[in-house]
C-alpha cells in the first residue's frame, strides 16, 4: 500500500529537522511515567503553552501518584482551575486510585494495562507506553495523522494511518520518532491558513495560493528539505512536481533559494 513511498528520505529528514528544532517540554526531561501521564492528559485539549504553567503548579499540588490518588476530588478540581475540560482531572484521579489499587501505586508499562484504567484512550495509553516506558509503538495525534497524509499524498483512513505510522517507525528510537512528528506536525498546523482565508476555488486551481502557503511553511524554518516541505502542504496532494516547479518560480523572483544540489528550500538571505 505504501511501498511507493521513501520511508528512509521521510525519516532522516523528520529526524534531522528534530535534532535542531525540537521542543523544550519539562516533562520530556523528566520522563517519570506519572509526569508523562499529567502532560498527555493536559494535552488532550489545551495548547501546550497554557499547559506548562498548569502542570507546574499541579505537580506542586500532588507531587505523586500517590498523593493525586488519596487527594479530595475537591482538591484537584480546585487545582485543575483554568484548563477547561474539567472531566479529564476526574478522570485522572480515578485512574491514580485504580493504580493504587490493582498496581501497588505503579503506572502498568503495557499499553493493554493502560488503556484499561478510568479515561485512558488508545492514544494516553500509547503515549505513556512510549515516552514512559520506552514501548516501541507509534502514537499518532491529529498533526501527525494530517502530517502522513501528507506525505502519502491523499486523506488517509484512521487504519491506513496506523499502518503507515508503524511502517516508519524506526527501530530503537520510537519516543524520538514519535515527538519528532508532533513536533513537526504542530508546526505545520501552525502554518496553515485559517478556514475564513481559503479561496473558494479549488486548491489545485490555485498556483498563486500554492506559491503562498510554501512561503508560510518556510517562514517558520531555517531552511527545509523538499520531503519536509512536500509533507506540510498535504492538501496540496502528492504533486511533487507542481510543488517543485513553484519552488523554483519564487526562486527565480528572489521569494526563496533552492539549492538544487541538496534540495534544499529557505526564504532568501
Not at 495509553?125 to 498533526?143: E, H, I, M, P
Request: glycine content about 8%; charged content about 25%; hydrophobic content about 40%.
Amino acid at each position: 500500500m505504501f511501498d511507493h513511498l521513501d520511508h528512509d528520505a521521510f525519516r532522516t529528514s523528520i529526524l534531522d529537522w528534530y535534532g535542531v528544532y525540537r521542543r523544550d517540554l519539562p516533562w520530556r526531561g523528566d520522563p517519570d511515567p506519572y509526569h508523562v501521564l499529567l502532560s498527555e492528559v493536559m494535552l488532550q485539549q489545551t495548547q501546550v503553552h497554557r499547559v506548562i504553567p498548569a502542570y507546574h503548579r499541579f505537580l506542586a499540588r500532588f507531587p505523586t501518584l500517590g498523593d493525586l490518588a488519596s487527594a479530595p476530588t475537591a482538591d484537584v478540581l480546585r487545582a485543575w482551575a483554568g484548563m477547561g475540560y474539567n472531566r479529564r482531572a476526574l478522570y485522572l484521579k480515578r485512574a491514580a486510585q485504580a493504580v493504587r489499587e490493582g498496581y501497588g501505586g505503579s503506572l502498568p508499562r503495557s499499553v493493554e494495562e493502560l488503556e484499561r484504567l478510568p479515561g485512558i484512550g488508545r492514544y494516553t495509553s500509547r503515549a505513556v507506553a512510549c515516552f514512559a516506558f520506552g514501548v516501541q509503538v507509534a502514537v499518532v495525534d491529529t498533526n501527525v495523522r494530517r502530517l502522513l497524509s501528507g506525505f502519502a499524498g491523499r486523506q488517509l483512513t484512521e487504519k491506513e494511518t496506523e499502518t503507515l505510522a508503524d511502517l516508519l517507525l524506526p527501530s530503537g528510537r520510537a519516543a524520538d520518532w514519535n515527538q519528532a512528528l508532533m513536533d513537526y506536525g504542530s508546526l505545520v498546523e501552525r502554518a496553515r491558513p485559517q478556514r475564513s482565508t481559503v479561496p473558494r476555488q479549488r486548491f489545485a486551481e490555485s498556483d498563486r495560493f500554492w506559491r503562498g502557503r510554501i512561503v508560510d511553511v518556510l517562514r517558520l524554518h531555517d531552511a527545509l528539505s523538499m520531503p519536509l516541505l512536500l509533507a506540510a502542504l498535504p492538501e496540496a496532494g502528492r504533486d511533487e512536481a507542481r510543488i517543485r516547479s513553484l519552488v523554483r518560480s519564487l526562486h527565480e523572483e528572489g521569494l526563496a533559494e533552492f539549492a538544487e544540489g541538496t534540495d534544499t528550500v529557505t526564504l532568501p538571505t
